[in-house]
């Protein structure tokens, strides 16, 4: 089993910045790919941002790229979101979630791929 627990969310205003944490525990996470997804009510859930555990290898969907950053800290088991120029349509509730994958094997943007999934942190960016 995997815990991830998201942190940082808040209310913001428009044009400012924000950083997610998602601590993640349990087993090693060295086999992972790690995921930043959002859903906004009504709407379904949304893939951000996913980074390999083990490599640099990175994958962005094209609504954030450029403007949200992920990153991981092996020492700490964190992996973070950094959100800049943030816009009232980034209002939503964002998870945190690791897929089990081969080394071989592509990131992925898939919410159904993922494993395990955090309960999530209220993000609200008010204009």
Sequence with gaps: QVQLAESGGGSVQAGTSLRLSC????????????????QAP??????????????SDTLYAGAVKGRFTISRDNAKNTVDLQMN?????DTA??????????????????????????????VTVSS
Aim: glycine residues 10%; positive net charge; charged residues 25%.
């Design 23 to 38: 601590t993640a525990s349990g087993r090693p996470l060295s086999s992972y790919g790690m995921g930043w997804f959002r």
């Design 42 to 55: 009504g709407k379904e859930r949304e893939f951000l941002a996913a980074i390999r555990w083990g490599s």
């Design 93 to 122: 509730v964002y998870y945190c979630a690791a897929d089990r994958i081969s080394v071989s094997a592509p990131l992925s943007p898939r919410t159904d791929e993922y494993d395990y999934w955090g309960q999530g942190t209220q």
């Design 85 to 89: 120029s943030l816009k009232p349509e």
